[in-house]
Nanobody, 126 residues
């Protein structure tokens, strides 16, 4: 069992930066790939970024490439999402998720993750 708690959300002006953090409980954190997803008001949940269990492979949605960076620290049981050059369209609730499946093709599919946090709200003003 893995419990996830996100933090770091808030209100920021366009062009600004935020760093989201996800703290995980459980001794098996390092066995899970981790992902960040977001859901804007009135929209479906969408993939943002993912990192392999070891941290050596990362994946990003096209909309955030070059602006967001995902990283993890298996010693601290945390996964972070550094966001720069934020845009109003980045406004959403951001969710951290953990999953364990073979390969990497599933990492962008939210339904394939096993555990989810409750989310942290990010609002980018124009």
């Amino acid at each position: 069992q893995v419990q996830l708690v996100e933090s770091g959300g808030g209100l920021v002006q366009a062009g600004g930066s935020l760093r989201l953090s996800c703290a995980a409980s459980g001794r098996t954190f390092s066995r899970y790939a981790m992902g960040w997803f977001r859901q804007a008001p009135g929209k479906e949940r969408e993939f943002v970024a993912a990192v392999s269990w070891s941290g050596d492979m990362t994946y990003y949605a096209d909309s955030v490439k070059g602006r967001f960076t995902i990283s993890r620290d298996n010693a601290k049981n945390t996964v972070d999402l550094q966001m720069i050059s934020l845009k109003p369209e980045d406004t959403a609730i951001y969710y951290c998720a953990a999953g364990r499946k073979f390969g990497t093709s599933w990492l962008q599919e939210g339904d394939d993750y096993d555990y989810w946090g409750r989310g942290t709200r990010v609002t980018v003003s124009s």
